[in-house]
Every structure is written in C-alpha cells, then in structure tokens.
C-alpha cells in the first residue's frame, strides 16, 4: 500500500498561465494526497483545486481539504472546486483559527458579494469548517498534526502520517527569519517538529539567495535557507514548492541545478514540484 501524493498546484502569490511556465505550472497551492485507504486530504485550495475537483467530480467519500492560511492564492480555487456544488457531498474544510472570527465567516468574506456570485452559505453540499487549533487528530488512515509557522497571518504546517510514511507541507514558510538554523536549537526552528525524519517535505523555495536580501520578513524562504532547515530536520526526500510567479522555467530549471548542488547528496531526492506530477510513498 501506498500514500500517493499529486501535485495540482505549485506556484506562489499569483497564477501564471503563460506559456514560458508551462513545464512546472502555472496554478497556485494545491496537493492531493490518497491515503493507503483511499481516503482523500487536499492540501491548500489555490487555483489547482479547480482541475482535481473536475478529476473527483461524481466521487462518494469525504472529502478533506486542509488550509495552511487565508491569502488569496491559497483559497482563490475554492469557487471553482466542483465536490462544493455536489448535493450531499461531504466536505469538511479545516483551516488556521483566528482571534474571535469564526473560519466559515472569514472564507465567507471571499465567497460573498461582491467578489462571488454565490453566498458561502448556499453551497449545495455538506460543507463543515473547523479550525485546526495546534495538535494532533486522524484523517481515514492518517494521523494529521497542525502547527503555526513563520508566514504573515495565522499559518498552519502540516504534517501528516501514514502507517511508516511521513509528509510534511510547509508551503509558505520563513524558518530563519531571527533564527540560525545551522547552530539553533531545534525546538525554537519554526516547523522543525513537524518536519522532523519526514519521508517527504514539501517546502517553501520561493526565492534565490541573491533575491532575499529584498524580501526579508515577506514570509517565504531563500533555497538556501530550506536546503539548510530539510537538513536540519532529517527530512528523506525534499520537493521544492510555492514558485515566484516571476520564475520561468529556465530560471526553475537553474534553480533545480542550484538545489542538487546545495544539497550535496545528503537527500535521496531534491526537486522541483511540478504540476500533474505524483510522488508515492509506501506505507
């Protein structure tokens, strides 16, 4: 048995549909992953959802999406996820709390007028929202744990357990901000718990080195610096995610040279996260 892992959605900020974008994809946050029972996570409900929705649209089952936040490129594919218009489907949306705003009220100020044509509250399936509060709570054959990470906003990682196989999603993600990751202690890293021994790590690469020195605080992190923190945390396999909308796919493809070199042999795989691609670990 397996936990397979399919990436609809690998870019940041913005989608980018153009045709210089098209090895790695153009759609923002969206990861699927069927667990070893056949149950269904998404991770994040950025424009790629669209496309898996269509792929699901007509299934049975629950079907679980887990937000690490609430900017745009993260929910902005919610409207257009068919499962939602489905009458007695079951979808339950789990998302970061918030100091007195409940999670439905806070996707109800982007699924409402004037930035939708419908109200979120008339949804044709059984929709629940649940905060996902730090800790831990089962999923089908998963054992999902949340917990907050540097990024602006409340921002939940995830990681998630499946019978010997360990993801990690940490898409917008800034561990060295006021941190030294290579001589810290682990337990004030942010993230580090969650990605620690992972099989996969799925993390935030937005910018090269030379581009951080103009984003410190922005919320994501240079490749160096999460080449540093997957070493850190003793992760096996490391996908690169959350790709600069000004990133073509020469300056990924670059970007994947840089990585393999930084890595220096110390992860059995180090890549970029492509659109359509599957990643399987065995459970």
Do not use: K
Not at 15 to 34: D, F, I, K, Q, R
Not at 87 to 106: E, F, K, Q, S
Not at 147 to 173: C, E, Q, S
């Amino acid at each position: 048995m397996t936990l397979a892992v399919r990436y609809w959605g690998a870019r940041g900020s913005i989608p980018t549909p153009t045709p210089e974008m098209a090895a790695y994809g153009g759609n923002t946050a969206c990861v699927e992953l069927t667990l070893s029972d056949g149950s269904q996570v998404i991770l994040d409900a950025g424009t790629g959802i669209r496309g898996l929705g269509q792929a699901a649209h007509g299934g049975s089952g629950t079907v679980h999406v887990l937000l690490t936040h609430l900017h745009l490129d993260h929910i902005q594919g919610l409207m257009f996820f068919a499962p939602l218009f489905e009458p007695g489907r079951d979808v339950r949306i789990y998302g970061p709390p918030a100091l007195g705003t409940p999670l439905l009220n806070r996707l109800g100020r982007y699924i409402s007028a004037p930035l939708a044509p419908v109200e979120i509250h008339e949804l044709p399936a059984r929709v629940s929202f649940e905060e996902a509060h730090e800790g831990r709570w089962q999923i089908g054959a998963a054992s999902v744990e949340a917990g907050f990470v540097n990024h602006r906003g409340p921002t939940l990682g995830y990681r998630i357990t499946d019978g010997d196989a360990t993801v990690t999603y940490l898409p917008d993600h800034e561990p060295a901000l006021g941190q030294p990751l290579d001589r810290g202690q682990a337990d004030w890293i942010s993230g580090h718990a969650l990605a620690r021994d992972a099989d996969l790590l799925i993390h935030d690469a937005q910018y090269t080195d030379a581009e951080y020195d103009d984003h410190v605080g922005w919320g994501h992190s240079r490749l160096g610096d999460t080449i540093a923190f997957a070493r850190r945390a003793g992760a096996e396999r490391l996908r690169l995610f959350h790709h600069d909308p000004l990133h073509d796919d020469a300056a990924l493809d670059a970007l994947g040279h840089e990585a393999h070199a930084a890595a220096g042999g110390h992860f059995a795989e180090v890549s970029l996260a492509r659109e359509q691609e599957t990643d399987e670990l065995p459970t």
